[in-house]
């Protein structure tokens, strides 16, 4: 199984970038395929609600994940499947949150891309993009009362969210507390069908940084090796107590919005371009180039995960679903003070 | 001695700052200013570190207070009116709200609303927005009529582990006054009678208790003996004792500072029309604000919310059906 | 020359007094409109109360150290006439310091708004004076008593338009309980039920003296002897068989036609009417159907009616005559259209055209209650003919 080969956070732990980028790899790898499964699931109509895929992002993604230390904060947004898997999510539990398993963490009540394990540090976001900056925030200036060092927090936003006024004050907020958040902004260049002409005036996002006071680099977010790079070293910077830290990545999401998107507006040119590289065989060539790994290594680990994967959803989907008649229709944690209003 | 209802919610805060090391207050202004209505005075310089300046940022205010409510913190946060919390209501209806429901993890988040009119204070300093925020799941709603109440709501909000609501009426700010405080009070959860009486049950809430309390006194020379409930939280709604009143008397008249369409007064109708409908002798009936923006001009504002005189001819009404 | 009150102003939010910590002017001096004249200190700023308009400060009454509350007169200022019309200042009384009405007037005028009431006219539930309006918590304590809106007939409402509210109900049933009560039976109250059933139709009577000499001739030699009423009812049952209209039951704009001539008879027992039925009695001559009447008779004065006994009947007979009454109107049950009455019999003068003077002839009055939505006058009194025709010869019945 993946997760058992390296911890994630072991850019730091291992002087070897072989290893991380190894372990990167394989994280990417699992994305790749667990999407793939979850976009055949909703083509059979065995998931329900949307199917919102990570494909394209998988290095930004995983580097980002596998960066990061186990009592650090993470918000990964819509893209991040990679991440997730890295930061420590299991198979189990993703598939658990599309299938709407009442097993899983959101237990039915929220699904697909809606999960996470809040104590955990690993925070399930809501629709609102740009919100879960704050509550990133908040955690971290919570650890300062509590006076716990050295932990970071990661939140993932793309384009699209950079317009939000929660964007704004968050990181506008984090800036003035010096929090040690790090804002991950993959630059797909659409949000949704919206190129980035239609969301930002400025020449580039990594100009908005400069409006908060707040430390940025760019990256080639189809590079894993740039990626680990760029995105370890913001890490680094903001655990040292530089302050929040943000890094813009350039890439291309290679599927729909939602799997209910054909995307079709993507321009061409862009995808013929540099930044839509696929960053899974940018890895694997690099890989093969490296010799860190030949093609019947890559081979056997493609059918091993996919062999993983098969039977974590075939798991999964013997899993009980929710039963509405089971349920405590209750939204507050304090029992006396719910309203249960009696059904006819 | 006497403590007005603006200095019972500080000694609250201080209370609860001096109690708990995992409690804060976040907001504009709540540092050395001490708070644009001077709620958190000193508080800043008693418990240093613990009283923070934030930007004008609700939106963000509400996410890291629900953030720092994931790390185990107990955080207080003061929208300086509650006419702005508009700017953070995602955060607190989609996030605050349904952080436990979807992933069974309380968040414990106070946020202290500076709600209802005063003179003078127009449109946007005026609101009352309790009626929005009871409608979402999730959420508990306070509005304190009373100082003690101020006091003891605001101890046990910063207590509940869910998300709070706490609305505090500007008007009864320096308006009201109290002798001490209290050493034991009514739970959250339970309404209060303010006021026994026979012939007719006034429910309300906030400053509305004292205008109801008022008209009850003027209809005393008439004969009629009106029964006063004092609602104290409106989500939840304490359902039993209102509908004991009902039962008594036979006449319901619902009063709210609020705007007419939904809110307090009709979910407490609904309720008893529905669940107690054998107890009513008359149509129940309502007085709300007039349906728009709270004026700005005194003769405007004091037409547009209910006054005791408005409730007394309403009663009147009621009370020869 | 007019005087102006320095009043308090709303300094702030929810500000509601304010401390006096300094004298900028003193009586006497001469000040412009908008000038400073006093510093107070709130709970949030020190400030300046500046002049309504300009004049000659004629007193102060404020004092140093004390606190006013918003609206409170702090002094005044004399001023001239053209100075008052140039600013549209209010020389109308001024707040009474100390006065702590919490609805703001307007500020530094002393002009008091009116508040109107926001209530809309409310809705009259009562449609009429009496009791017929009742609300709900009014009938849920009726059935809690076992009470329906008869029993509150003749109960004075006070509440709009004459409607009995819930504290006329109770008053009235504190006085009842003060009055002396006496249970009544089960049948009493079965009874009262069925009537008041009865009587929300229209119900309309005919009648008609019958001559019973025929009747009591065949008595003379028939074995067994038949009863009046019997006869009465036999005689109904002949006349519906042939046209059984008049007892259908009218439902929407349908007739139900009866699907057998059952016809009931009132039985007086203890404390009520028990009526127990002859079924099919068109098909079973006056003779044969003696034994069976007196066995319901006896049946229905030891209270023993099988059940079958009663209900189901299209008609009902009553002998009113019994009674010693002449004349009396019945009310239907409320499942039938018609109830026959037979008065009782007396001697009365008859005109005999042939022999031309009155005879002597036993007579009685046979009445016809009818629901006249089903039939009218014309019809009952033919169908009330046709039985004293089928009497007056008892042999054929």
């Not at chain 1, 949150?97 to 996470?116: C, E, F, K, Q, T």
């Not at chain 2, 946020?111 to 005026?126: A, C, E, I, K, N």
């Not at chain 3, 008593?145 to 109770?170: I, N, P, Q």
């Amino acid at each position: 199984m993946v997760q058992s080969v390296l911890e994630p956070g072991t850019a730091e732990k291992t002087a070897s970038f072989r290893e991380t980028y190894l372990a990167a790899y394989r994280f990417m790898l699992l994305a790749r395929l667990l999407d793939d499964k979850f976009a055949a699931l909703w083509r059979s109509g065995r998931i329900h609600g949307g199917v919102f895929l990570g494909r394209g992002q998988e290095a930004l993604s995983a580097a980002t994940g596998v960066c990061l230390k186990k009592g650090d904060v993470f918000a990964p947004l819509i893209r991040d499947a990679a991440g997730r898997l890295a930061f420590g999510e299991t198979v189990l539990d993703a598939a658990r949150a599309y299938l709407g398993s009442a097993l899983g963490p959101m237990r039915g009540r929220d699904g697909n891309v809606h999960r996470g394990k809040p104590q955990e540090g690993y925070l399930p976001m809501i629709s609102h993009l740009g919100a879960m900056i704050s509550v990133v925030n908040g955690i971290l200036f919570a650890r300062r009362f509590k006076k716990i060092s050295g932990t970071v927090g990661v939140a993932s936003v793309g384009d699209g969210a950079t317009s939000t006024g929660a964007f704004h004050e968050a990181l506008n907020q984090a800036a003035v507390e010096k929090l040690p958040l790090v804002l991950v902004v993959a630059n797909n260049h659409y949000a949704y069908s919206t190129p980035n002409s239609r969301q930002f005036a400025c020449h580039d996002l990594a100009d908005k940084a400069v409006g908060y006071g707040v430390e940025v680099d760019s990256v080639d977010g189809t590079d894993l090796s740039a990626c680990l790079e760029t995105v370890g070293q913001a890490i680094a910077r903001a655990r040292a107590g530089r302050g929040p830290q943000m890094v813009v990545a350039e890439l291309l999401r290679l599927c729909g919005h939602g799997e209910h998107d054909d995307a079709s507006y993507v321009d061409p040119k862009l995808k013929a371009s540099l930044v839509g590289r696929d960053c899974l065989k940018v890895a694997e060539e690099n890989l093969l180039r490296q010799k860190w790994a030949d093609a019947a290594t890559l081979a056997a680990w493609r059918r091993g995960v996919l062999h993983e994967i098969e039977e974590a959803i075939a798991q999964v989907q013997r899993e009980p679903a929710p039963d509405p008649f089971a349920e405590e229709w209750r939204a507050i944690a304090t029992k006396h003070l719910s309203e249960t209003h009696e059904e006819a | 001695m006497s403590l007005t209802y603006l200095e019972a919610i500080r000694e609250a805060q201080a209370h609860a700052l001096r109690d708990d090391p995992r409690v804060f207050i976040y907001g504009q202004d709540v540092g050395m200013f001490g708070g644009a209505h001077k709620a958190t005075k000193n508080l800043a310089t008693e418990f240093p570190g613990r009283v923070l300046d934030s930007p004008i940022s609700e939106d963000a205010i509400i996410g890291l207070a629900v953030g720092a409510a994931i790390e185990g913190m107990r955080p207080i946060v003061e929208m300086q009116f509650a006419d702005f919390s508009t700017v953070g209501f995602n955060q607190i209806i989609n996030q605050a709200a349904t952080l436990f429901w979807r992933t069974n993890v309380p968040c414990p988040v106070t946020v202290r609303l500076p709600f209802g009119g005063t003179s003078g204070s127009g449109p946007f300093h005026s609101q009352c927005m309790e009626t929005v925020y009871a409608h979402y799941p999730g959420l508990i709603v306070l509005t304190p009529a009373t100082v003690e109440d101020a006091y003891s709501m605001l101890l046990e909000a910063v207590a509940i582990d869910d998300p709070v609501i706490f609305c505090e009426h500007k008007f009864l700010y320096y308006h009201l006054k109290a002798e001490k405080l209290p050493s034991e009070a009514l739970p959250v959860g339970k309404a209060r009678i303010a006021r026994e009486g026979r012939d007719m049950t006034i429910v309300a809430y906030s400053a509305m208790v004292h205008e109801a309390l008022e008209a009850a006194k003027e209809l005393v020379p008439e004969g009629w003996e009106v029964e006063v409930v004092d609602l104290r939280s409106v989500k939840p709604i304490d359902t039993d004792t209102v509908m004991a009143s009902v039962a008594r008397t036979g006449r319901l008249l619902c009063v709210g500072e609020a705007w007419p369409w939904g809110g307090v007064t009709a979910e407490i109708i609904a309720r008893v029309t529905s669940e107690g409908y054998g107890l009513l002798d008359a149509p129940p009936q309502r007085l709300n604000a007039k349906d728009t923006p709270v004026p700005f001009h005194p003769n405007l504002w004091a037409a547009h919310r209910p006054t005791a005189r408005a409730i007394t001819a309403a009663a009147r009404k009621l009370l020869r059906l | 020359m007019p005087q102006i009150p320095i009043i308090m102003p709303q300094l702030g939010e929810s500000i509601a007094e304010a401390n006096i910590i300094g004298f900028l002017v003193k009586p006497g001096d001469t000040v412009e409109a908008g000038q400073d004249l006093i510093e107070v200190e709130t709970n949030k700023a020190n400030m300046t109360v500046t002049s309504p308009c300009g004049g000659r400060i004629e007193r102060i009454t404020a004092q140093l150290n004390e606190s006013y509350p918003v609206g409170a007169s702090l002094g005044r200022i004399e001023t001239t006439e053209e100075e008052i019309a140039r600013l549209g200042l209010d020389v109308s009384a001024p707040v009474k310091p100390g006065d702590t009405d919490r609805v703001a007037k307007g500020n530094g005028n002393g002009n008091r708004s009116s508040v109107q009431p926001t209530v809309r006219g409310l809705p009259v539930p009562a449609n009429a004076a009496g009791a017929s309006y009742l609300s709900p918590r009014l009938k849920a304590r009726m059935t809690e008593l076992g009470l329906s809106a008869a029993d509150l007939a003749g109960v004075a409402g006070s509440g709009a338009a004459g409607r009995v509210t819930v504290e006329d109900f109770e008053k009235f049933i504190a006085h009842l309980e003060k009055q002396r009560m006496s249970q009544a039976s089960t049948m009493r109250v079965t009874v009262a039920d069925a009537m008041r059933r009865s009587w929300t139709r229209p119900i309309a009577h005919v009648g008609m003296p019958v001559c019973l000499d025929p009747l009591f001739a065949y008595r003379k030699v028939a074995r067994p002897k038949p009863g009046p009423a019997l006869c009465a009812l036999r005689a109904l049952a002949v006349a519906l068989a042939e046209n059984s209209a008049p007892a259908g039951r009218l439902v929407g704009n349908k007739i139900v036609h009866p699907s057998s001539i059952d016809i009931a008879f009132a039985v007086e027992a203890e404390e009520g009417v028990l009526v127990p039925v002859i079924r099919n009695a068109d098909k079973r001559s006056l003779k044969d159907l003696i034994a069976p009447y007196n066995e319901l008779v006896e049946l229905a004065r030891e209270r023993k009616l099988p059940p079958d006994a009663t209900g189901g009947s299209i008609a009902t007979v009553t002998n009113f005559g019994t009674f010693g009454l002449e004349w009396a109107t019945p009310i239907p049950l409320p499942e039938q259209t018609l109830v026959l009455g037979m008065g009782a019999a007396r001697h009365a003068p008859n005109w005999d055209s042939v022999k031309g003077q009155f005879v002597p002839i036993m007579e009685a009055n046979l009445t016809l209650s009818f629901d006249h939505r089903v039939i009218d006058g014309g019809a009952a009194g033919r169908l009330l003919q046709h039985v004293a025709d089928l009497m007056s010869k008892p042999e054929k019945l």
